[in-house]
């Protein structure tokens, strides 16, 4: 099959699979135009390879379990030992952000505790300067004696 069905089979862009081709971790034949030729083999590899991505495993890892899962030898419990370590990865990099924002925050108080502080506005209060009927200061309009 050509490029553009295979990856509106395999829901992979022509992009991403030319790349793939070009680190080896996908191989085409080419058809003597030479247009690429992709095995049928290769939507089911390319969606193995969508799907680490999508956990966050680096093309180098996936390059690694790729022959295992083309045997279909790679088992259940080496896949979710890969996912249990990059679970810890992220649980590592939560850690280390978690603690730079600590760090920020600290920083932040510190500059807000050395910060001027505004100037209060020149002038006379508003709230202070009507009276209780709303007249003027000292309730001379308004007020019949």
Not at 69 to 96: C, H, K, P
Not at 116 to 124: H, V
């Amino acid at each position: 099959m050509q490029i553009s069905e295979l990856a509106s089979l395999s829901g992979v862009s022509v992009h991403a699979i030319r790349h793939y081709e070009g680190l080896g971790l996908i191989a085409a034949g080419r058809r003597p135009s030479g247009y690429r030729e992709f095995d049928e083999s290769v939507i089911r590899e390319l969606r193995f390879i969508a799907m680490s991505r999508q956990c966050g495993f680096s093309l180098p890892q996936i390059a690694e379990v790729l022959p295992a899962y083309r045997r279909n030898t790679l088992t259940a419990e080496q896949m979710i030992s890969r996912l249990e370590g990059r679970i810890a990865e992220i649980d590592a990099e939560i850690a280390q952000r978690n603690a730079l924002r600590k760090h920020l925050v600290s920083h932040m108080e510190w500059f807000r505790a050395r910060a001027p502080q505004p100037a209060s506005k020149p002038g006379f209060p508003r709230a202070s300067a009507r009276g209780r009927n709303g007249a003027g200061f000292s309730g001379e309009q308004g007020s019949k004696s």
